[in-house]
């Protein structure tokens, strides 16, 4: 695979969480589809996952705090309102 202009990846891992990583991914393709992949395979997947998977989850967390979030200074600026005196 070429690696010219390859994106950089939008999150970056521990050096210990990548290798838990490589691991998990590595029995998932032994156990799930037979494929006994390399140390530097495996790192090339998980390097994929990273660059254009990842972005669509990170996004979607960030879309569903922003969601959280004005719901509960909604709920408070409630709260607020009814504490006022008149």
Not at 13 to 33: D, P, T, Y
Not at 34 to 46: K, R, T
Request: charged share 35%; glycine share 4%; aromatic share 10%.
């Amino acid at each position: 695979m070429s690696r010219g202009k390859a994106k950089p990846p939008i999150m970056t891992l521990s050096a210990e969480q990548e290798r838990e990583a490589c691991r998990v991914l590595k029995r998932f393709m032994a156990e799930r589809f037979e494929l006994e992949l390399g140390s530097f395979e495996v790192a090339e997947v998980l390097e994929l996952f990273a660059r254009e998977i990842a972005p669509h989850y990170y996004n979607r967390a960030i879309f569903d705090v922003q969601t959280h979030l004005k719901e509960r200074f909604e709920s408070i600026e409630s709260d607020l309102w009814a504490l006022g005196k008149s």
